[in-house]
């Protein structure tokens, strides 16, 4: 849970930076179109966005900015692999239906 107060937080300055055009324009080579709603992507300019968001009264650091893409980060490996979980439990109950009796199939092969 993010402790940080509304003027502290990445995902503030995220939303505003969406909302406020004089912000857009500011950091129109960030690539904004690609941040998410709670972190920045890794290969933003982050000293450029940290000036930014202190003009507008931010006082988040760069430790909260890799924070949030770590964070993001381990949330996305974590449902990746409840997919693959999910992906390998399905190809078992196809081969079961398709031909019980048939040897398992080697799921790393493909």
């Known amino acids: 849970m993010n402790k940080m107060g509304p003027m502290n937080s990445v995902e503030s300055f995220i939303e505003l930076a969406r909302q406020d055009q004089d912000l857009k324009s500011r950091l ?12 920045l992507p890794l290969d933003v300019d982050l000293e450029k ?5 202190h003009d507008y009264g931010f ?9 949030s893409q770590c964070r993001k980060l381990a949330e996305f490996w974590q449902f990746e692999m409840g997919n693959a979980f ?25």
Request: aromatic letters at 12%; a negative charge; proline letters at 2%.
């Open 28 to 39: 129109a080579d960030c690539s904004i179109e690609k941040w998410g709603s709670e972190h």
């Open 86 to 110: 999910v992906a390998r439990r399905t190809l078992d109950h196809i081969q079961y239906q398709l031909a019980p009796d048939l040897s398992d199939i080697d799921y790393y092969e493909y």
């Open 59 to 67: 006082s988040f650091t760069r430790h909260d900015i890799i924070q």
């Open 49 to 53: 966005v940290l000036s930014i968001a």
